[in-house]
């Protein structure tokens, strides 16, 4: 059984958690990019979190301690987050990203958010799921892909939001 813990952001976890956005993004199923943004920028965007607090959580492996995922609503608006996450293969399908979207929603609140915003590729049919049992509705479907950063994306986005208000 994998032991794994959710921690606002440090540091320390900054290589690690830029080679898991890596890795995922190179999957080319589940993110709008395929790599990872450059290492000094996402330095600079993970101590910008830290120092502003925002709602962001690091998925540590215990054993390891390494990064192995991540939770976070950046905001989009002063009361809109917009929700980013991502968990490396062997870590899906166990929870573990359930638990860290429960815990940033409540962190959003905390933060002051009304509202948190998504998008999904249509074909992510566990994690539609998983936005689904925590309130997430359906809000619109952008249709024949899309481009994100010179990055072609072929396939039909759903867009989700939930609303923190209530």
């Given at each position: 059984m994998?032991?794994?813990k959710f921690i606002k952001p440090q540091?320390?976890?900054?290589?690690?958690?830029?080679?898991?956005?890596?890795?995922i993004a190179k999957e080319r199923k589940y993110l709008a990019m395929n790599e990872a943004f450059?290492?000094?920028s996402t330095v600079e965007f993970i101590k910008?979190?830290?120092v502003r607090d925002f709602p962001h959580l690091f998925i540590i492996?215990?054993?390891?301690?390494?990064?192995?995922?991540?939770?976070?609503?950046?905001?989009?608006?002063e009361t809109i987050g917009y929700l980013g996450m991502g968990i490396l293969p062997?870590?899906?399908?166990?929870?573990?990203?359930?638990?860290?979207?429960?815990q940033v929603i409540d962190l959003s609140k905390s933060y002051g958010y009304k509202k948190i915003e998504l998008d999904v590729l249509k074909s992510n049919s566990r994690a539609i799921h998983v936005y689904k049992s925590l309130g997430f509705i359906e809000t619109n479907t952008v249709t024949g892909g899309f481009v994100w950063n010179d990055n072609l994306v072929k396939?039909?986005?759903?867009?989700?939001?939930l609303n923190l208000t209530y």
């Open positions: 994998v032991k794994v540091e320390q976890y900054i290589p690690s958690y830029w080679e898991t956005f890596d890795t450059p290492f000094d910008d979190a830290i492996d215990l054993e390891k301690d390494k990064c192995v995922g991540w939770c976070d609503v950046s905001p989009k608006t062997e870590y899906r399908g166990k929870g573990i990203g359930s638990n860290a979207l429960k396939e039909d986005v759903l867009q989700m939001e």
